[in-house]
């Protein structure tokens, strides 16, 4: 299947968006995610797909993401190089990238590279839930037991997850008043069905768009995908 590697977000939050090739998730062991599939080990194909992908990039927002469903250590430097010239050209002031934390002590020096050309990168992580049993049990995510505050000393934003068994209320609720009181935002991510044995549970998720989606749909520093997943976001 063709993959749709780029898009304009027009609501809140507003920014371009581009689904980048690296040569693969370090990580790979997340129990709900099959997105690390998308990767390839030859450099010059990527750089490729890459380069044609960032030429749709206007600068309409100027503001980009990048997702490459892994971190963003899995781009080769050329691919770096020619978003940084994206970015340059289209005068693009803030770039977003994702992140496992495995790769957080890399972040300060890709932040120093592109503030050089006075771009600010803003780094996103999948963190899913804060609930360190059930993230690490289940989702198997690869996140020591560490306090909110550790995790945003590395990352700015982060993904949470949910829809799942086991979820409720309460505990997506205290996930979400977790993310807002540590990070500058947070993006909720709906289970959607996929290769994984990770199944959507309708009636959680049919909990969080009665009770939870009404409540926080407007909040500026929230996004929402309903009908998306994260494209694995580190
Ligand atoms: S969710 Fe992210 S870190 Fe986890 S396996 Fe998928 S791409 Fe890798």
Redesign the pocket.
Known sequence: MELNRYSVINNKNKREIVLLRGNG??????S?????LDFDNNVYKNYKLNKSVLDNVIGIYKVLEVIN???FVDLDKDTLMYIKDICVLRKIHTLHF?C?WIHRETIPDLKKYFRKYGINVKIKS?I?TFDYLFREKY????IPNVHPLEMAKYFDEVCLLFGVKGQTEKSMEMDIHTGLKYFERICINIMTENKTPVKPDKDVIKIFKEKLYKKYQNYENIDILIDNT?????
């Open positions: 998730c370090k990580w790979r062991k997340c709900f995610c099959d997105y690390h469903s892994g971190s994702e496992h999948g899913e989702f198997i995510k690869g994260d494209f694995g976001v580190g």
